[in-house]
């Protein structure tokens, strides 16, 4: 059937397969991977508590080299249009890795802590992303990682609230009402991953979350990077980028969404409606 023929799949709005260039979400995503694996080869060890290993290895600077060198690999192969999709493949691999290695450990000792989940949930908004971009790349449903992602929102959201003081501890002086913008942006994640569970406005709900998560790397952690850059502000300034970029490379997969949708104008979470065919050219 020729594809002016077909009705719209979910990946439809990434660019052609002949255009050299990535679409902004996988592009975004690939360049703060490429930083990832920049800043591990520079210092030599893993993303903090990002990327703490649950056990004292010998050979953990290896360990963290290598990381660093499928990070980075994983990040140019997004940037080029052959290698994109095997990319998108390494990187959810490693994010899998990830999660089920450094993260869920934590919170299978220590599960009424809400801060191992949240150190799992920051990991598993990454994947969402990434997974996101695979399935869109594969021509696959994307309504698993968007399950993810809605439920990766929730300790977040939850952390903000368990650990207020903390929270306002990073907020930068000038910036009045620490306590109130503590408590409103994790009522915000919650309030997204409600709308995303719920299929309700769940574009808008993306968009702003992701926005949201940018705006807060770029308040609480960048100010810091400028004033003294090393592997102590690189590291949470890169990761939280990470975040910020995992939920929009998650917001990709609603693109075809309108921005208002209700849950009574599709069926599940995620993946939109298909378009009517449009009709082929006479001749």
Not at 84 to 106: M, Q, R, Y
Request: a positive charge; zero cysteines; aromatic letters at 8%.
């Amino acid at each position: 059937m020729p594809a002016s023929a077909r009705p719209a799949r979910p990946g439809d709005h990434l660019r052609s397969p002949t255009s050299p260039y990535p679409d902004l979400g996988e592009a975004l995503l690939a360049l703060v991977m490429i930083g990832l694996g920049i800043r591990g080869l520079v210092y030599g060890d893993l993303a903090g508590v990002w990327q703490h290993l649950p056990i004292d290895l010998p050979a953990a600077g290896g360990l963290a080299i290598a990381v660093a060198v499928v990070e980075l690999i994983a990040g140019l192969g997004l940037l080029i249009r052959r290698t994109a999709t095997a990319a998108s493949i390494v990187l959810v691999a490693l994010l899998l890795l990830w999660v089920v290695l450094l993260k869920l450990p934590a919170v299978l000792t220590v599960p009424r802590m809400e801060a191992t989940w949240l150190g799992l949930a920051e990991i598993t908004l990454i994947l969402a992303g990434a997974w996101t971009l695979l399935a869109l790349r594969t021509r696959r449903g994307t309504r698993p990682a968007q399950w993810l992602l809605a439920l990766s929102l929730v300790p977040i959201g939850l952390a903000h609230f368990f650990y207020a003081p903390q929270t306002v501890a990073l907020m930068p002086g000038w910036l009045p009402w620490h306590l109130g913008w503590a408590y409103l942006t994790g009522a915000a994640s919650l309030f997204a991953a409600a709308a995303l569970l719920l299929g309700v406005w769940p574009r808008l709900a993306v968009v702003l979350e992701a926005g949201m998560l940018s705006v807060i790397t770029l308040v609480i952690w960048l100010p810091g990077l400028i004033a003294a850059p090393g592997n102590e502000t690189w590291t949470p300034f890169l990761m939280s980028s990470a975040i910020a970029i995992g939920a929009w490379a998650a917001a990709e997969g609603y693109r075809n969404a309108a921005w208002l949708d209700r849950p009574g104008r599709r069926r599940g979470l995620s993946t939109p409606d298909p378009q009517p065919p449009l009709q082929a050219p006479a001749g």
